[in-house]
Structures are given as structure tokens and as C-alpha cells.
């Protein structure tokens, strides 16, 4: 999808009164905006939640915009380019017109191979295991001194005081692991692993984000696979469109950006 940047201001966001509407939960409701300015398009981010980028550098003043420059909105990415380099659509052979001579392109993707979806998941595993110690630290604390610091049979504290922190501990694991899978899937399209390898999770009729109710589907899609030990998993490298199990019980899949696309010159 193309943008033209052919007014004196073009607002992006979720709301329906946003020049460019852009569904995706990672984008706020008046994200961002492109200015006219003396040398051409200025960028200026509007109070977003997740941040607006340019060449992956976080905008926080207005930044005038060039041909060839990535910019980002939350998670979703797109690249500015010269009208007159864009191909012409319906047939038209003229090139479209304008006030600026750029516009905003959405990044193609394609579907993610089994290779860069693998490295995604031990990139996960990894940052997984490390954010669990967080919320179950108290109980390490524990084990530590009763292992190490107090005499043997000694306890720190009582058998209810003990119970009441395991649950403790546990119920913060759980929210940190609905948060960390979850809600990475459904918020920002990708867990941390994912976007590592530039992949996003979408709806895979409408290429849309799939929200909670679908993520919480694919969580349980993903159990499905663990019990086929892992071999729904490999339907990735069998199948052209590189769907898991869990993705075809979901309606999901994860993308990347197209490979080979070139970017015209200024």
C-alpha cells in the first residue's frame, strides 16, 4: 500500500480521523504526522505509545525525510520513495503528481522460512528463561539461604509463609509469561525473538494483527503442536505458504520483509 504525501499535513494513526488509518494495535490512535515543510516532508511523532522511528532511530523533534529513509510506526515499517520512481498504477505510464515528491510505501513481506523461525524460537527460549528469573527471584533468594547461609533443617520462615510465596511467585510467572507470548503476539504483532529476526505475526487472510482473543487461539494451537513433539512445527519447510500446526489451527502466519526489494535513488 502507497501513500502519497500530497498535503500540507498527513496524520497517521488508529483513529478514523487520521489521514492514513493504520490498523494494528501498535499504533496509537494519533501516532504520528507528515508536515510540508521549506525542504520537503518533516516527520513528527504525535505523543505515540510505542514510538515513532526513523532509519531506527527514535524520533522526539521533527526530522525532515528522504528518499530511501525506513521509517516505523510501532511495528509496522515502510520506506520513503520519489513519486516519480514509483511504477505507475492502472496502466498509467505518467507519473502521479503532487505538492512533495515522496511517498510512503508499506514494507512487502513474504512468508518466514523454518530457518529464521527456529532462530526466532531459541532467541525466545533464551530471553524467556531470563526474564522468568525476575518474578521467581524471591524463591532463588530462598533456596540460596537455606542452601548456603542458615544451618541445615533450619527454615527462613514458616511452611504457610513459604506456600504463600511459591503462589506468590507463580502467579507473577504466569502474567510475565502471558505478557511476554501473548501479549507480544497480540499487541506488537512479535515476541522479542521475533522481531530480533524482523518477523511479524499476522491474521493470514487479511494480513491484519490478530488481537488477543486470536492469540489466546494460537497459544492453545501451539499446545497441539507440543503433543505431536514438535513435528507440526516442521509443516513450515513442507508447505509453500510455511504455516505450523499452530498456525493453520489459528489462521496465522509469520512473515518477513521481502527479500530483493530495491529501494530507488533520490
Not at 530471553?127 to 533450619?154: I, N, Q
Amino acid at each position: 500500500m502507497t501513500y502519497a504525501l500530497d498535503s500540507d499535513k498527513l496524520v497517521i494513526g488508529r483513529s478514523r480521523s487520521c489521514d492514513v488509518r493504520l490498523r494494528e494495535d501498535t499504533v496509537s490512535r494519533l501516532h504520528a504526522a507528515f508536515i510540508q515543510g521549506p525542504a520537503g516532508p518533516v516527520l513528527e511523532d504525535l505523543g505515540s505509545s510505542n514510538g515513532t522511528f526513523l532509519n531506527e532511530e527514535r524520533v522526539l523533534g521533527p526530522r525532515a525525510v528522504a528518499a530511501g529513509d525506513a521509517v516505523r510506526f510501532g511495528s509496522l515499517c515502510g520506506t520513503i520513495e520519489r513519486l516519480d520512481a514509483l511504477p505507475p498504477a492502472g496502466g498509467d505510464e505518467r507519473a502521479p503528481t503532487g505538492n512533495l515528491p515522496f511517498a510512503l510505501t508499506e514494507t512487502e513481506t513474504e512468508p518466514a522460512g523454518l530457518g529464521l523461525r527456529l532462530l526466532a524460537l531459541l532467541a525466545d527460549a533464551a530471553a524467556f528463561t531470563l526474564g522468568s528469573l525476575v518474578p521467581l527471584a524471591p524463591l532463588l533468594v530462598v533456596w540460596v539461604a537455606e542452601r548456603y547461609l542458615l544451618a541445615p533443617g533450619r527454615m527462613p520462615f514458616g511452611l504457610h509463609a513459604g506456600t504463600t510465596l511459591v503462589g506468590a511467585c507463580g502467579a507473577l510467572w504466569l502474567v510475565f509469561a502471558f505478557h511476554y507470548v501473548v501479549g507480544g503476539w497480540a499487541r506488537r504483532g512479535r515476541t522479542p525473538g521475533m522481531s530480533v529476526l524482523g518477523l511479524r505475526l499476522l491474521d493470514w487472510r487479511r494480513r491484519t494483527p490478530i488481537g488477543y482473543s486470536r492469540a489466546i487461539l494460537r497459544a492453545a494451537a501451539c499446545s497441539v503442536t507440543l503433543l505431536t513433539l514438535g513435528l507440526g512445527f516442521l509443516t513450515v519447510a513442507l508447505r509453500k505458504d510455511r504455516k505450523a500446526l499452530h498456525d493453520l489451527l489459528a489462521g496465522t502466519m509469520v512473515v518477513r520483509p521481502r527479500l530483493g526489494r530495491t529501494t530507488p535513488a533520490a
